[in-house]
């Protein structure tokens, strides 16, 4: 028998639409079985689609799980801000005004409500190991790198390469090697490369990328609230706890913006979410 499912699309990190990443939200997966969840998610093609269950944590408002196409992610940046959404949207109540908590692979996440709307997550603790690797410049086509700060693998549950860049052009500039890069993330045991440089324009403090090899093809995620949480430890720990403004996606036509934000002893990545598909998924 079919299934009907609550089913929205969301665009996270975007102030207009089509600018930012898409996500799937599947509102109430309770009746999925995880083999049903893949199917969905690989059926999406979206980079991330997440399913929605009732918390097992007495503190958690909801559980969620996400997956990609080939598999599921503990933590994932712009699933928890395009969930978190698309529950308030369908009418959600948090348990505490003003923030709710996601329970999910890496554990309890954290989310602040704006009073613009904007939503952030506070991003989960990170391992921080530096990292060399000779075939760096032969896999990006780049030698413009920041030599005062090092490469820097970071854990958070999904782990990211930081590669910092001379410039936010040298982080443009770029273009991979597709069979070197994946090489090098295979060595480095990471989901993907983020190199990052300083912009000079006034709008952003930092142009990031988030380059990924799939199958065999490079993947360009357009923005990416995991590796931007990443680059915010990885500031943290250099001493530059400073408010500022990232943004993704500009090779490939979006225009992602995440905020970050240093409080309450917490570092808050965050950015606008907004609706573009709202309907039923049957199954």
Not at 71 to 86: C, I, K, Q, S
Not at 170 to 193: F, Y
């Amino acid at each position: 028998m079919a299934a009907t499912l609550p089913f929205k699309q969301v665009d996270v990190f975007s102030t207009t639409p089509l600018s930012g990443n898409p996500l799937a939200v599947i509102l109430d997966g309770s009746s999925l079985s995880d083999a049903q969840m893949q199917r969905i998610a690989s059926w999406t093609q979206l980079s991330e689609t997440t399913f929605v269950l009732p918390p097992r944590h007495p503190a958690a408002d909801y559980r969620v799980r996400i997956f990609t196409v080939e598999g599921e992610l503990p933590f994932a940046g712009h699933p928890t801000l395009g969930t978190a959404h698309a529950l308030l949207e369908a009418g959600r109540r948090p348990k505490t005004p003003g923030r709710l908590v996601q329970e999910c692979g890496v554990g309890l996440v954290h989310i602040a409500i704006g009073e613009s709307g904007e939503l952030a997550f506070a991003a989960p603790q990170a391992t921080l190991t530096p990292w060399q690797h000779p075939g760096l410049a032969a896999a990006l086509n780049s030698e413009a790198f920041d030599m005062q700060q090092p490469v820097t693998i970071v854990d958070m549950g999904i782990r990211w390469l930081l590669v910092p860049m001379s410039s936010a052009q040298a982080v443009l500039d770029i273009r991979p090697d597709v069979p070197r890069l994946a090489q090098l993330l295979a060595d480095a045991s990471v989901t993907g490369l983020m190199p990052f440089g300083p912009a000079s324009d006034g709008a952003v403090a930092w142009e990031v990328r988030g380059l990924l090899v799939e199958q065999g093809a490079l993947t360009e995620d357009p923005v990416t609230g995991s590796a931007n949480a990443c680059l915010a430890r990885y500031l943290a720990a250099q001493g530059r706890p400073h408010d500022y403004l990232a943004r993704q996606g500009s090779v490939i036509r979006r225009d992602g913006r995440i905020s970050v934000r240093f409080r309450e002893e917490a570092i808050w990545i965050g950015g606008r979410t907004a609706t573009l598909i709202d309907g039923t998924l049957t199954v």
